[in-house]
């Protein structure tokens, strides 16, 4: 069945710092895979997406690529800000399934 | 554009109460609705999800039901609270492929 895995947390980081919180996926076809962002207190916000083979999604500076061959959508930013701790989690569709497949989530905390 | 509310935002109750959770969608038609609960602040599990008025799948049984009166109303109900009841219950809605989430209501059973 579809699955979504994603690097257990916590990860914590120093302001400035790089992050990559790293997304593996099984599924049949090609899904449409999800970044979401949840702060604290807070429902899910979408932060990214990507639709097909080596699409990039992006937004706030975080970025993910979609990649076939190693089945992977890893979130990635250059510059982490205090304003960016919060649990971030990865998804799938997966054809007419009206269901999004859940990642865990990894907890991201910055400290200045 | 569209807009998710649910309500309340917090909730405590004592066990063997019933319960009642709203969810609203504003501005698109005919969506998909979802119920999550999230336990200990990480991981999403799908309750329940409606593509239209009076159809509910249920995903895990237990002593939550859902509704869905209106096209853009979702309702999470219970007639007895357990302690396990206890957690962050958010709706979401899609269209297409990604679902939006409201803001969430922290329930708390004593």
């Known amino acids: 069945g579809n699955s979504v895995t994603q690097m257990e947390g916590p990860v914590t980081l120093s302001e400035e710092a790089f992050l990559t919180i790293n997304c593996t996926y099984t599924?049949?076809?090609?899904?449409?895979l999800f970044w979401y962002v949840q702060y604290p207190g807070e429902g899910l916000q979408l932060l990214l997406k990507?639709?097909?083979a080596d699409d990039k999604g992006s937004n706030k500076g975080f970025e993910a690529t979609y990649r076939k061959e190693t089945t992977s959508f890893h979130l990635e930013k250059g510059s982490v800000q205090v304003s960016d701790s919060a649990v971030y989690f990865c998804a799938l569709k997966s054809g007419n399934n009206r269901k999004l497949i859940w990642g865990l989530g990894t907890s991201l905390a910055v400290n200045p | 554009s569209q807009t998710i509310h649910q309500w309340p935002a917090t909730l405590v109750q004592p066990v063997g109460s019933p319960l009642s959770l709203e969810c609203t969608v504003e501005g698109t038609s005919n969506p998909n609705l979802y119920w999550y609960r999230q336990a200990a602040g990480r991981g999403l599990q799908l309750l329940f999800y409606s593509v239209g008025i009076g159809q509910i799948s249920s995903e895990v049984p237990q002593n939550l039901s859902a509704s869905r009166p209106q096209d853009r109303q979702f309702i999470l109900s219970s007639k007895k609270l357990l302690l396990s009841d206890s957690g962050f219950y958010l709706c979401?809605?899609?269209?297409?492929?990604?679902?939006?989430f409201g803001p969430g209501t922290r329930l708390t059973v004593t």
């Open positions: 979401a809605w899609s269209r297409q492929a990604e679902q939006y």
């Open positions: 599924a049949t076809g090609y899904p449409s």
């Open positions: 990507a639709t097909k």
